[in-house]
């Protein structure tokens, strides 16, 4: 299973909206997908079919998972029938568990990780959104992540802050997953607009262009339409230009985590 993260402390990057196509498109290739949510708004959630207020009653969701000593991730996955490639691990409104979660003393980067152990034999990929913050929900999911991707949209303050998040990641990195990928991707992009040729630019020489998608997410009505309808823009327009960027950023992901010479070495030899 690999492991996909997108992470910003900022919000308005396009994280969500990203983390919901990337998911999305690689089960309608075929893939099988995990999503976890670890944004407590549940936006993710919410765009994928699941019932916040429901939830919320419920308090099946991923930080009660990580809270649930004896807890199965199974247990508490959603799963809608319109994506049967597709599970997630959902996330709602929930006052006391940030509280709990912080409180913990032992290991508490690691729960996610621990409670994903058995998953890794199920799905492909797992695809994980990260709230606008550094807390502990994110550094859960940093601690999983292959690739951890940073959205970074056009404007003028899209690189403020970021010396945190990059110093926050290469510690995550350090302790637990040096082969960590890390590499920003330009989102709600205009390559026509000279704003935003200057932020690429600026994303570039910060990154170095080896660490920069060349994949760049348009700024299109499309994309927040789909939403609202509680759709990924890839299942419901095929013809949107934002389509083909998230189909090519798949592409380019696959390529960077070696999925592409993994998939030939087992057609080749028959192996799934």
Known sequence: MKTIVLANHKGGCAKTTTALNLAV?????????????????????????ADLEELEQSKRTVHRLML???????????????????????????????PSLDALSVNRELR??????QAKRHYDYCVIDTPPSLGVSTLNGLVMADLVIIPIETSLFALL??????????????????????????TIHNARQNLDKQIRAKV??????????????????????ATARLKAVVESDSDSPATFAFFQLTGEIRSILGDEEERETRNRFGTR
């Open 68 to 98: 649930d000593p004896n807890g199965d991730y199974t247990q508490y996955l959603f799963r809608n029938p319109e994506r049967p490639r597709l599970d997630l691990l959902p996330a709602s409104l929930d006052v006391d568990v940030k």
């Open 112 to 117: 996610l990780k621990n409670k994903l152990i």
């Open 204 to 225: 570039v020489a910060k990154f170095t262009e080896q660490f920069v998608f060349n994949t760049t997410i348009p700024r299109l009505v499309s994309v927040g339409e």
């Open 25 to 49: 498109g690689l089960a309608l290739k075929g893939e099988r997908v995990l999503v976890v949510d670890l944004d407590l708004q549940g936006n993710l959630s919410a765009a994928l079919g």
């Open 161 to 186: 802050g970021l010396a945190q998040l990059l110093r926050t990641v290469a510690e995550v990195r350090l302790a637990h997953s040096p082969e960590q990928w890390v590499m920003a991707l330009s």
